[in-house]
């Protein structure tokens, strides 16, 4: 089974701060891979970064980057001089080996003032 | 390339009655992905269908029914529905092979309200 642990419930922050939002996860499976999804006010949950298990590389898209670290069970996320546009909630998700069922965490909700 | 769409957008029922929710997925993917998210919370895994089968279901009863046809779109039945199935139902879709293995992109949602 996995587990998916976002401690932050709300972040505010004023536009161009840097902000990094938490990820933690718990699985058994040896290989497994990790999410972050955007979902604006509309609904619709958007995709951002895939990561594997076995790929502990950080990640950079341009104001997006991502940082792994399997000792620690963290896969956390950070948005560089943010914009008002980025003002959503934010999920972190795993799947596991069977590749079937997403589990997200309970989001964090990050407000952009201008 | 079209992505994800879902019908209808929004819905409202009576308690005890059935609904019927419908998904296509993207182009080129065969693997259909239901979720239900509530109020606040993060999306709850229903089940996921490849080749017309049921592959995986979550903690949902029997009440939540599904059915994957040839052309990989899908449907999401809920019988005898009850207050707490109001909710927003998300369709994701994914591909069983090639780069992108296990990336799933959702659909837009139908929002229910059950009243």
């Known amino acids: 089974a996995q587990k998916v642990t976002q401690a932050q419930t709300e972040i505010s922050v004023v536009e161009k701060e840097d902000v990094t939002l938490d990820c933690v996860y718990e699985?058994?499976?040896?290989?497994?891979?990790l999410f972050w999804y955007k979902q604006p006010p509309s609904g619709e949950l958007v995709f951002l970064i895939r990561?594997?298990?076995?790929?502990?590389q950080n990640e950079i898209s341009g104001r997006y980057s991502w940082n792994f670290q399997k000792s620690t069970s963290s896969f956390n996320f950070t948005i560089t001089a943010s914009q008002v546009v980025d003002s959503a909630v934010y999920f972190c998700?795993?799947?596991?080996?069977?590749?079937?069922?997403?589990?997200f965490g309970g989001g964090t909700r990050l407000m952009v003032k201008p | 390339d079209a992505g994800v769409t879902q019908s209808p957008t929004h819905l409202i029922k009576t308690r005890g009655q059935q609904v019927t929710l419908r998904c296509s997925p993207k182009?080129?993917?065969?693997?259909v992905s239901w979720y239900q998210q509530a109020l606040g919370q993060g999306p709850q895994f229903i089940f996921q269908?490849?080749?017309?089968?049921?592959?995986q279901r979550g903690n949902f009863p029997d009440r939540f029914s599904g059915h994957q046809f040839p052309n990989y779109s899908s449907e999401l039945n809920v019988n005898a529905l009850l207050l707490g199935d109001s909710a927003l139902y998300l369709c994701?879709?994914?591909?069983?092979?090639?780069?992108?293995?296990?990336?799933?992109?959702f659909g837009p949602g139908t929002r229910l309200t059950v009243t």
């Open positions: 994701a879709s994914s591909s069983a092979s090639g780069s992108n293995l296990y990336e799933q992109y």
């Open positions: 699985t058994r499976d040896t290989t497994y891979y």
């Open positions: 990561r594997n298990s076995f790929d502990e």
């Open positions: 998700a795993s799947l596991g080996n069977a590749g079937n069922m997403l589990t």
């Open positions: 182009s080129g993917h065969d693997t």
């Open positions: 269908y490849y080749e017309e089968e049921e592959r």
